[in-house]
């Protein structure tokens, strides 16, 4: 069955430290890769997205993500954090040969201290 | 706003009643999907609407659970004979399926409390 795993439940950072949140995968096809925050209070926002090409993609707010097929990994990075940055994230898979629904993992809940 | 909206935001209700909630996707959208969330877990699927046609429902959804999309445009998902197990968020959300990828766009979502 496919599932996707967040390791880190909770973190706890100082502003301008450096984050990276793990998500591994387990799926057999191919599969469409997500992260996703939902700020205090707000409804889920996408932060970026891998469907195919370059590994290493961009999104919003200045993070990045790096999608390592041999690890079933999609690790999420940003190289210095802000306190606005407190949120909740959630990494997300979709198949591409189905529904589309998404898998989400746990979520990890991030909090940076001013 | 033109994003995804949720009516009501939030549903007291007692055990044994009926609630519904509606969803209006983003206009233009021929997929719409309903999730539901849970204290300290992610969104779990429990069921997609492709325009009109309902095409997959979870085994989360049991028979008390219905949800329709009437001309493709909004959705209600009612819940009959409440449980307090259904006390959750209900979130729905909506998106463009196009060449292999699909990038959904979620609504506030909709907290049930079941008392």
């Known amino acids: 069955a496919q599932s996707v795993s967040q390791h880190n439940h909770h973190v706890i950072l100082s502003e301008a430290a450096s984050l990276e949140l793990g998500c591994n995968y387990s799926?057999?096809?191919?599969?469409?890769l997500f992260w996703y925050v939902q700020y205090p209070g707000q409804h889920l926002q996408l932060l970026l997205k891998?469907?195919?090409?370059?590994?290493l993609v961009k999104g919003i707010k200045g993070f990045e993500a790096e999608f390592i097929k041999s690890k079933f990994s999609f690790n999420l990075r940003k190289p210095s954090v802000q306190w606005s940055d407190t949120a909740e994230y959630f990494c997300a898979v979709n198949d591409r040969s189905g529904t589309y629904k998404y898998i989400f993992g746990t979520g990890t809940r991030l909090k940076v201290l001013a | 706003d033109t994003g995804v909206s949720q009516d009501p935001r939030h549903k007291i209700t007692k055990r044994g009643q009926n609630v519904t909630f509606r969803c209006d996707p983003i206009?233009?959208?021929?997929?719409l999907y309903w999730y539901r969330q849970t204290l300290g877990q992610g969104p779990e699927f429990l069921t997609y609407f492709q325009n009109e046609a309902q095409l997959e429902k979870s085994r989360l959804l049991s028979d008390r659970f219905s949800a329709e999309r009437p001309k493709g445009s909004f959705s209600t998902l009612e819940i009959q004979r409440t449980e307090q197990g259904d006390s959750a968020m209900y979130l729905c959300?909506?998106?463009?399926?196009?060449?292999?990828?699909?990038?959904?766009?979620f609504g506030p979502g909709t907290r049930l409390t079941v008392l």
């Open positions: 206009s233009e959208h021929n997929r």
């Open positions: 799926y057999g096809g191919t599969v469409n």
């Open positions: 891998y469907f195919s090409g370059d590994p």
């Open positions: 959300a909506s998106s463009l399926l196009a060449a292999s990828t699909d990038t959904q766009y």
